[in-house]
C-alpha cells in the first residue's frame, strides 16, 4: 500500500486542530487493518488506506464495496470495530464526528444538508454564527462569506440569494465552501457530482483543484472514471470491504481501475494476478 504506519507513535488521543500537517512530509491520514461489522455482515476486512497533504485521492468500487462504510469510519459516523487510525503522525481516536471535527476532516455528504429558505451566508455560518457581543455579526459573516467564495472562484451572483434558488452545481459549491469554515487539514466529499449537468460538473472538478491549491487533502468519492482522470492524483479501489487496487493516475488505464473493481484482476500486490 501506499506508506504503513510509523512506529512510536502516541497512544490513543485525539489531536487538536492546530497539529502540524507537515512533521515529516508523511501521510495526513493513515488508517490500517480497519474492519468494521454490522452484525454478521462483515462491511470492511483489513483495510490500509492514506492520503497526503495536498493530494487529491478517488476512492472507488462498485455498490456495497464498502467505500460509504470507511468513510464513516473517517468521519465518526461509524467507529471502526478493529485498526490503527493516525492523523498528522499521531496514533487518534475517532468515535464520533466531533472527534473527526476536531482533527481538521470535514465531510460534505451527498445530500449536502442545506437549508433551502436560508442565505448563502446563514448556511455558511449554519451553527458557527459570528458574534459581536449578544448579537450576530451579519456584516462580519457577510465579508468573510464573499472572501471565501471569490478564493475559490465560486459562481455564486450573491452571498445573500436564498440557496433554493441555486443551481445544483453551486449549490454543491456553497456546501464544500461551508466545510472551509472551520478551517480543515482533510475534505471528504462524497459523489459530489451526481447529478450534476456538464457545465455544473466542470464547476465542482474545478473547485476540488481549488482545494489541492490551497494544500488541503481531498477525498473524493465517485464513480466516474473520467473526473477521476481530471482532477485525482491517486485510486484506491474497494471490493466487498477489502483493498483492490492502488493506483497513480497516469501510469494506469480506465481498463486496470475497471479489473480491480469487479475482480477481474487482482491488483493487491501491486501488480496484477
Given at each position: 500500500?501506499?506508506?504503513?504506519?510509523?512506529?512510536?507513535v502516541?497512544?490513543?488521543?485525539?489531536?487538536?486542530?492546530?497539529?502540524?500537517?507537515?512533521?515529516?512530509?508523511?501521510?495526513?491520514?493513515?488508517?490500517?487493518?480497519?474492519?468494521?461489522?454490522?452484525?454478521?455482515?462483515?462491511?470492511?476486512?483489513?483495510v490500509?488506506?492514506?492520503?497526503?497533504?495536498?493530494?487529491?485521492?478517488a476512492?472507488?468500487?462498485?455498490n456495497?464495496?464498502?467505500?460509504?462504510?470507511?468513510?464513516?469510519?473517517?468521519?465518526?459516523?461509524?467507529?471502526?470495530?478493529?485498526?490503527i487510525?493516525?492523523?498528522?503522525g499521531?496514533k487518534?481516536?475517532?468515535?464520533?464526528?466531533?472527534?473527526?471535527?476536531?482533527?481538521?476532516?470535514?465531510?460534505?455528504?451527498?445530500?449536502?444538508?442545506?437549508?433551502?429558505?436560508?442565505?448563502?451566508?446563514?448556511?455558511?455560518?449554519?451553527?458557527?454564527e459570528?458574534?459581536?457581543g449578544?448579537?450576530?455579526?451579519?456584516?462580519?459573516?457577510?465579508?468573510?462569506?464573499?472572501?471565501?467564495?471569490?478564493?475559490?472562484?465560486?459562481?455564486?451572483?450573491?452571498?445573500r440569494?436564498?440557496?433554493?434558488?441555486?443551481?445544483?452545481?453551486?449549490?454543491?459549491?456553497?456546501?464544500?465552501?461551508?466545510?472551509?469554515?472551520?478551517?480543515?487539514?482533510?475534505?471528504?466529499?462524497?459523489e459530489?457530482?451526481?447529478?450534476?449537468?456538464?457545465?455544473?460538473?466542470?464547476?465542482?472538478?474545478?473547485?476540488?483543484?481549488?482545494?489541492?491549491?490551497?494544500?488541503l487533502?481531498?477525498?473524493?468519492?465517485?464513480?466516474?472514471l473520467?473526473?477521476?482522470?481530471?482532477?485525482?492524483?491517486?485510486?484506491?479501489?474497494l471490493?466487498?470491504?477489502?483493498?483492490?487496487?492502488?493506483?497513480r493516475?497516469?501510469?494506469?488505464?480506465?481498463?486496470?481501475?475497471?479489473?480491480a473493481?469487479?475482480?477481474?484482476?487482482?491488483?493487491?500486490?501491486?501488480?496484477?494476478?
Amino acid at each position: 500500500m501506499h506508506r504503513r504506519l510509523r512506529d512510536g507513535v502516541h497512544g490513543g488521543r485525539n489531536l487538536v486542530t492546530g497539529a502540524d500537517p507537515t512533521h515529516d512530509g508523511g501521510p495526513i491520514l493513515e488508517m490500517v487493518g480497519i474492519s468494521k461489522r454490522f452484525g454478521a455482515v462483515q462491511a470492511l476486512t483489513d483495510v490500509d488506506f492514506s492520503v497526503d497533504q495536498g493530494e487529491v485521492l478517488a476512492l472507488v468500487g462498485d455498490n456495497g464495496a464498502g467505500k460509504s462504510t470507511l468513510i464513516k469510519t473517517i468521519s465518526g459516523a461509524g467507529p471502526a470495530d478493529d485498526g490503527i487510525i493516525s492523523f498528522a503522525g499521531e496514533k487518534v481516536v475517532i468515535t464520533r464526528p466531533q472527534d473527526s471535527q476536531a482533527l481538521g476532516i470535514a465531510t460534505v455528504y451527498q445530500d449536502l444538508a442545506l437549508c433551502d429558505n436560508l442565505d448563502v451566508v446563514a448556511n455558511l455560518f449554519l451553527g458557527r454564527e459570528e458574534r459581536r457581543g449578544a448579537a450576530i455579526d451579519e456584516v462580519d459573516m457577510e465579508r468573510r462569506s464573499s472572501e471565501l467564495l471569490r478564493s475559490l472562484a465560486a459562481k455564486i451572483p450573491s452571498v445573500r440569494i436564498p440557496v433554493a434558488s441555486l443551481s445544483g452545481g453551486q449549490r454543491q459549491t456553497v456546501a464544500i465552501a461551508r466545510s472551509l469554515i472551520g478551517e480543515p487539514k482533510l475534505v471528504i466529499l462524497d459523489e459530489p457530482t451526481a447529478a450534476l449537468g456538464v457545465a455544473q460538473t466542470a464547476q465542482v472538478l474545478d473547485l476540488i483543484r481549488r482545494l489541492r491549491e490551497r494544500g488541503l487533502a481531498v477525498i473524493v468519492i465517485t464513480h466516474n472514471l473520467a473526473e477521476v482522470d481530471a482532477v485525482a492524483d491517486r485510486i484506491v479501489v474497494l471490493r466487498l470491504g477489502r483493498n483492490a487496487g492502488e493506483f497513480r493516475v497516469g501510469e494506469a488505464t480506465q481498463e486496470d481501475v475497471v479489473a480491480a473493481i469487479t475482480g477481474a484482476k487482482d491488483y493487491t500486490g501491486g501488480v496484477a494476478r
